[in-house]
């Protein structure tokens, strides 16, 4: 496997509450993770890192994540501890009061895929050189598509669009959906919605199946973000799963 991550500021953000990494643990098996923050006054990226941080320490001293029910229960389990670790922290530190975090994972082992997702952050898979998206978002904006109070096409320049309708640091109890991914899959893409709403999927597509090197396909994305405004910062975890 071939493995690359990046996170950047954008044009008009003056600093990045993103957070972003992968890792392997004892076994070969890997965790990708990106984390956008929120809460202004560098709260947003204390959230981000806390979930970032303390999901990657914990992983990569396993000497395996187990069986797929044992790793469903163990992204429950740490998401709700480190949910918990957000609310300690805006208790003992009031300025940081309503920072939070959305949350996007893999899980990634020999026998299974298995994606995480609290928010609008997005976790994409790629089969026969095409991007499908797998996460659901968790905006006021997709309730009211899914209600059908509104059409994809209002959806996408509605001025509520990034309502957050859950996020680690607002919810308790935290509930993250889970979703069992085909192991026959080409590569994972997770990223923050600071791409996603300044590229299109073909986009990002077209990106992706071009003959640059990892790194280079990702540092183009953010480019093109950037190009077409970089109005937030941009967070991609990238796995492609044959090569070196």
Known sequence: MRAYYITDTGKVRTHNEDSVMIVKNLSGEYLMVVADGMGGHKAGEVASSIVVNGLTDKFKVL???????????????????????????????????????????????????????????????????????????????????????????????????????????????????????????????LCSDGLTNMLSVGQIERVLNSDLGIEEKIVKLIKKSNLRGGTDNVSIAYLEMDGE
């Open 63 to 189: 000497d395996t994540i187990g069986e797929k029910q044992d790793a469903v229960n163990w992204i429950r389990s740490k998401a709700e501890e480190l949910n918990e670790d957000i609310f300690k922290y805006t208790e003992e530190f009031k300025e940081s009061k309503g920072m939070g975090t959305t949350l996007v994972l893999a899980v990634v082992t020999k026998d299974y895929i298995l994606f995480g997702n609290v928010g609008d952050s997005s976790g994409f898979v790629m089969k026969k050189n095409s991007l499908y998206k797998v996460t659901k978002d968790h905006t006021l904006v997709n309730l009211l598509v899914e209600t059908g109070e509104l059409t994809k096409e209002e959806a996408q320049n509605h001025p509520r669009k990034n309502v957050l309708m859950r996020a680690l640091g607002a919810n308790n109890p935290i509930d993250v959906d889970i979703f069992d991914v085909d192991i026959n899959s080409d590569a994972i893409l």
